[in-house]
Nanobody
Framework: QVHLVESGGGLVQAGGSLRLSCAAS????????MGWFRQAPGKEREFVAT????????YYADSVKGRITISRDNAKNTVYLQMNSLKPEDTAVYYC???????????????????WGQGTQVTVSS
């Protein structure tokens, strides 16, 4: 069982930055692939980024490449999402998720994930 708690969301102007954190419970955090997804009002949840257990494999959605960086600290049981050059279209609830040893090719789909956080709101004003 993994319990995930996101933090770091808020209101920021376009062009600004935010750093989201996701703290995980449990002693097996390093065994999980971690992902970030987001859901804007009236839209389906979409993939943002994923990172494997070591940090050696990382994938991003095309819409965020070059602006967003995912990282993890296994010693702290935490995964991060550094978001720069934010745009109004980045406004959404951001969710952290954990998947137990999925194929990385499937880690860009929400179905691969076993555990989800409650989400943190990110609002980017124009």
């Amino acid at each position: 069982q993994v319990h995930l708690v996101e933090s770091g969301g808020g209101l920021v102007q376009a062009g600004g930055s935010l750093r989201l954190s996701c703290a995980a419970s449990g002693r097996t955090f390093s065994r999980y692939v971690m992902g970030w997804f987001r859901q804007a009002p009236g839209k389906e949840r979409e993939f943002v980024a994923t990172i494997n257990w070591s940090g050696a494999l990382i994938y991003y959605a095309d819409s965020v490449k070059g602006r967003i960086t995912i990282s993890r600290d296994n010693a702290k049981n935490t995964v991060y999402l550094q978001m720069n050059s934010l745009k109004p279209e980045d406004t959404a609830v951001y969710y952290c998720a954990a998947a137990f040893r999925p194929a990385m090719t499937s880690a860009m789909t929400s179905a691969a994930y076993n555990y989800w956080g409650q989400g943190t709101q990110v609002t980017v004003s124009s």
